[in-house]
T-cell receptor, first 117, second 116 residues
Framework: NAGVTQTPKFQVLKTGQSMTLQCAQD?????MYWYRQDPGMGLRLIYY???????DKGEVPNGYNVSRLNKREFSLRLESAAPSQTSVYFC????????????????FGDGTRLSIL | GESVGLHLPTLSVQEGDNSIINCAYS??????FIWYKQESGKGPQFIID?????DKRQGQRVTVLLNKTVKHLSLQIAATQPGDSAVYFC???????????????FGGGTRVLVKP
């Protein structure tokens, strides 16, 4: 059982290059999320997809786009990479939640370490 | 703005002792809280969660306490082991993602160092 799988694990880009980070989950979760984690900080939400076919902005969406390809896959794209986007990117997924009593934790992949020169 | 924060950035604990990690939150509307453990080079790993209709919840060697009056959350680890060395994050659910999933806000993390 792989859980949440992210590819690639490491990547170095030059300023202005584009790149797509891939994420897939095998837990049949409805909701998926993209976070970034900067040194010494917690995770910040970039974009999320509540269910297949929907995507919405999170706390720090500028410079990113996402695609919910199907229920399993949720990709994050940097159209024109900037040094400020150097970070570790985490994808997560969670079960469908109808309300307070149905909240379920998010499960994370091991991240993509992205450096932009 | 409102945020989830941690009182202690680093906690050193002797192997075998109990650890207590604290977290303050400011959004009184948050009703679901999670503790995650993150080891070097890994993603956050779910430890335990608690809903706002509970004050305490226990897992294997871990206990989460929620004090809604003072908006405080804590994680207690019993008989701390070397494998418990990691960064621990608390997260709060500040809103529902269109009635599916949840939007979590994370604190800055506390590093736990277990001394042999």
């Amino acid at each position: 059982n792989a859980g949440v799988t992210q590819t690639p694990k490491f990547q170095v880009l030059k300023t202005g290059q584009s790149m797509t980070l891939q994420c897939a989950q095998d837990m049949n979760h409805n909701s998926m999320y993209w976070y970034r984690q900067d040194p010494g900080m917690g995770l910040r939400l970039i974009y999320y997809s509540a269910s297949e076919g929907t995507t919405d902005k999170g706390e720090v969406p500028n410079g990113y786009n996402v695609s919910r390809l199907n229920k399993r896959e949720f990709s994050l794209r940097l159209e024109s990479a900037a040094p400020s986007q150097t970070s570790v990117y985490f994808c997560a997924s969670s079960e469908f939640s109808l309300g307070t009593s149905h909240d379920q934790p998010q499960h994370f992949g091991d991240g993509t370490r992205l450096s932009i020169l | 703005g409102e945020s989830v924060g941690l009182h202690l950035p680093t906690l050193s604990v002797q192997e075998g002792d109990n650890s207590i990690i604290n977290c303050a939150y400011s959004n009184s509307a948050s009703d679901y809280f999670i503790w995650y453990k993150q080891e070097s080079g890994k993603g956050p790993q779910f430890i335990i969660d608690i809903r706002s209709n509970m004050d305490k919840r226990q897992g294997q060697r871990v206990t989460v306490l929620l004090n809604k009056t003072v908006k405080h959350l804590s994680l207690q680890i019993a008989a701390t082991q070397p494998g418990d060395s990691a960064v621990y994050f608390c997260a709060e659910n500040r809103g529902r993602v269109k009635a599916a999933g949840n939007k979590l806000t994370f604190g800055g993390g506390t590093r736990v160092l277990v001394k042999p």
